[in-house]
């Protein structure tokens, strides 16, 4: 396997308009990304993405675009972008842009020219088909409504959108539209971005006659069709192999026989993955299922290709809600989860705030969520005359919005994110968790990430180390190994409220070399056990 500078990056997600804002009207901007750098070097991250910040309607928080040649006003301009690249770049840091081309707004010119007319040059450009019986063209649902198809009065078909009824298709079939694709591609790279993230990229390709699906509800028929591999091809060749940049595909239905496809090395497809076997398909902790997850992806792109480790994004509630413990032992289930992604193979990615141990969040109201996600589920669910509590209750944990409050920078009004009315509501526990009282605390989770990051610099065998599973069916413990030439480290972890028996480290007690980091205070007496959520790395 070659080396390569995106294998050994860590990458710091900003979710802009909740990181900082510097205008006061209560969403967060380029300046505020700006202003915050120097924070970002000293946690020490290599790769800052950033969710999309091009001109939108704003339905779906910016991943409804409709000029990918603009910045969104209340984002920025090309001045503030140009001077946010220089000023990562001063910092011996990259940064990747978020890229949505699986669809667009419906607000997009090439959509309001392509729905003008059924003659219309772009019409061929998005995705319309004739009903059947009087309905859509197929039984086929999108994620954020009932029907991927939406009816046009004015031409008197319909048209496909995977996501929200402004977002439509692209038919990436066309020639014509991916030229103009990879030209936009260029633009953004020719201005010194160092990568994309590529949104939904794998349901560019959509099913041929599209057929009825025997489960509409699995969507899993939107993604992974023939003719995908082909348009990821292609765009390598036009695109990505001619500059030195880092690309992941955010890559939902796929387990690692066919994640291969996208990221094997010689494939000439894409760098890197995000899989959803436990974001999606994992709604709460389950080591067992996490584990046998861990190994088959292990196994699956041993040699060929790389993975990448999350548990928490912008759609993902809060990991230490939703897999750790957010009550008595937040600080130490943060770090010991941060001990296990950054040990894990595969590229290690810190969400906004994780750093610190935010947590998620629970309004008293649905009025109280922006997740058009979530609305449009209640009011679907509401619709079929169920309980509207019931339906919120069960909407809480898994909303979006989770993830979407304030970044916590003080314990001052808005958490230090606006002087202005923020756009979602703030975590009322900002109070007790954020930056300015992590910076003054030595023990706080901040320096612990500051920690990991700096070892993953300093060792290959964090990134480049074979792994090696040894805890088999344990149901609260975790404890493998990473190995490279003659250094192997052992992590062992705690994934529960209760102090555990560990054998394994008496086994390997006489060849225990060195604790290099821990998220409590070393216990000679207690080697063999583990603490609540306890995390250990050792060099053996």
């Not at 990181?19 to 970002?40: A, P």
């Not at 560990?502 to 070399?513: A, G, I, V």
């Amino acid at each position: 396997m070659k080396k390569a500078w995106w294998k050994e990056a860590v990458v710091y997600q900003i979710y802009w308009r909740s990181f900082n804002d510097t205008s006061g009207n209560g969403f967060g901007d380029l300046n505020g990304v700006i202003e915050k750098l120097d924070y970002l070097k000293e946690l020490g991250v290599d790769v800052l993405w950033l969710n999309p910040f091009y001109e939108s309607p704003d339905v779906d928080n910016g991943y409804d675009i409709s000029n990918y040649y603009a910045i969104m006003g209340k984002a920025g301009d090309f001045e503030v972008f140009n001077r946010l690249v220089s000023e990562v770049h001063a910092r011996g840091m990259k940064m990747i842009m978020d890229l949505v081309v699986n669809h667009t707004s419906d607000q997009h010119p090439w959509f309001k020219e392509s729905r003008s007319s059924k003659d219309s040059r772009k019409r061929d450009w998005y995705i319309w088909k004739d009903g059947v019986s009087g309905g859509p063209p197929n039984n086929w649902r999108s994620y954020f409504a009932p029907s991927a198809w939406e009816w046009d009065e004015q031409t008197d078909q319909y048209y496909f959108h995977s996501f929200a009824v402004e977002q439509p298709d692209l038919n990436w079939e066309n020639r014509e539209l991916r030229e103009e694709i990879y030209n936009m591609m260029r633009f953004w790279l020719d201005k010194g971005i160092d990568g994309f993230r590529l949104d939904v990229i794998n349901l560019l390709a959509k099913q041929k006659g599209f057929p009825d699906a025997e489960d509409p509800y699995a969507l899993d028929y939107l993604g992974n069709n023939p003719g995908i591999h082909d348009y990821l091809h292609e765009m390598h060749e036009e695109v990505f192999k001619h500059y030195d940049i880092m690309t992941v595909g955010e890559i939902p239905f796929v387990g690692p026989e066919n994640g291969v496809l996208y990221v094997g090395e010689d494939r000439e497809e894409l760098h890197t993955l995000f899989h959803f076997e436990v974001a999606d398909d994992m709604p709460s902790w389950d080591m067992l299922r996490f584990k046998e997850i861990q190994k088959r992806w292990y196994e699956g792109l041993k040699g060929r290709g790389w993975n990448s480790q999350f548990l928490n994004n912008h759609d993902h509630t809060r990991q230490v809600t939703r897999y750790g413990n957010d009550g008595e032992y937040r600080e130490e289930s943060a770090k010991q989860l941060g001990l296990m992604l950054h040990t894990l193979p595969g590229i290690p990615y810190v969400y906004q705030g994780e750093e610190i141990g935010m947590t998620g969040v629970r309004f008293p109201s649905i009025e109280d969520y922006n997740d058009v996600a979530m609305k449009n589920k209640y009011k679907e669910e509401v619709d079929k005359d169920r309980d509207p509590e019931e339906v919120f209750e069960e909407l809480l944990p898994l909303s979006r919005d989770n993830s979407r409050t304030p970044m916590h920078w003080t314990a001052e009004r808005n958490a230090g994110f606006t002087s202005g009315t923020p756009w979602i509501k703030v975590n009322p526990n900002y109070k007790d968790i954020n930056v300015e009282q992590a910076l003054a605390d030595s023990d706080s989770v901040f320096y612990f990430y500051k920690t990991l990051i700096a070892l993953r610099k300093k060792h290959d065998v964090m990134v480049y180390g074979d792994f090696e599973d040894l805890s088999g069916q344990e149901s609260c413990l975790y404890i493998y190994k990473r190995t490279l030439g003659d250094t192997t480290w052992l992590i062992a972890l705690n994934h529960s409220d209760e102090e555990k028996d560990c054998p394994l480290l008496r086994d390997y007690e006489t060849s225990l070399d060195q604790l290099i980091i821990s998220n409590y205070e070393k216990d000679e007496k207690k080697q063999d056990k583990v603490r609540p959520y306890e995390g250990r790395l050792y060099s053996i």
